[in-house]
């Protein structure tokens, strides 16, 4: 890796070979970087406080207030231009992190690309990294410029501002978020460009990116890369390729991954036994899924909503209807509410099979639970109703949806 001293001393030079490189060029080629923004309507001028003939002079503090008080967003860069024009115009982070927000209310994301370049020109102060990380969370949450905020990030060293991991992964999750796939190992592989030396995160990343776009095989080239960077994979790096697996029906990989893991001596937690239940369960191996629950309790790991959740799927699915009531009132005394979709099955498993105390049992416990009964389960039991096998006292209509 390239130590940070050195890169500072060759700033220029190496920010010169970066802007010649193709890497540089292809990021420039994505990107929907505009320098100017919508121009405003003479009306509008009219309601914008005319500052640039206020003769008192305004401290930073004071015009940073205006801008706060500043009742419509859309008045941000015309006022902003007024201010820059006085003589007392003195630009700190807080006044352009401010206008930044405001123009950001405003959705007016090409005044703020403009007000970028302006600063850049201006270079009236220095300019922290959280800084450039609102301005890149503005663009890519806000905005959807997700190539906006790549291009913030790589002309940071012309601000005079490094970029370091945090912003650095802050990209890379997202272009993940963002399934913008084909672009991240572009990004990643334009750390040492910048003088980033990535840490365990931004593995953890990549591997999740990897395993969305469905490159498994990459994943685990990357988990092979923790040690020989020093780094110790968490157990979030290993349920990240395993629920890659198991969406890919590949649950006996997951499983060799979980015997790694535990090698390694990292322990599973609730989360990672919840993918690998599910992974079952999609694969038609409910029983496996029951019995990997019964050992994830034998080992000590407390079991969160999800597994009990899963769990109850898993009865469902193998139709043990009369386990899976007993396994909602164990949810129920521990606080956990099953899902609507776990009442609707059960009800349809207990009308198959006659257990008539147990389906007024299902409707009273969901109606508790805030749930209404839709049509379809009404009619499923009417069905059974008159087929003859439930007798039409059993269920007082009033008294169960009025409970």
Known sequence: MISRSLLVKNAKFRLAIFKSSLFYQSLLQRSNFLTSSHPFSPSQESHIPNLANHKDWLSPNETIKIFQSLKDPNFTLPLFNQISQRKDYNPNEALYSTVINKLALAKDFDAIEALMEKIKLERKCRLSEEFFVNVMKIYGNLGGRINSAIKTLFYMPSYKSWPTVKSFNFVLNLLVSAKQFEVIH????GASRLGIEIDACSLNIMIKGLCQCGKIDAAFAVLDEFPKQNFRPSVRTFSTIMHGLCDRGRP??????????????????????????????????????????????????????GTYQEVLYCLLDAKRFVEAKDFMCRMIQKGVNPSFESYKLVIQGFCNENLVGDVEWALKQM???????????????VQCLVSGRIEPTIFPYEEIVGS
């Not at 109606?367 to 039991?381: A, D, E, H, L, S």
């Open 252 to 305: 006996d990989d997951a499983f060799g991954l979980l015997d790694r893991m535990e090698r390694d001596g990292i322990e599973p937690d609730a989360i990672t036994f919840n993918i690998l239940i599910s992974g079952l369960k999609k694969s038609g191996r409910v029983e496996e899924g029951i019995k990997l629950y019964d050992r994830m309790v034998i080992k000590g790991c407390d079991p969160n909503p």
């Open 186 to 189: 572009e990004v990643y592989m």
């Open 367 to 381: 109606t508790r639970q805030g749930f209404v009964p839709k049509m379809g389960m009404w009619k499923r039991i």
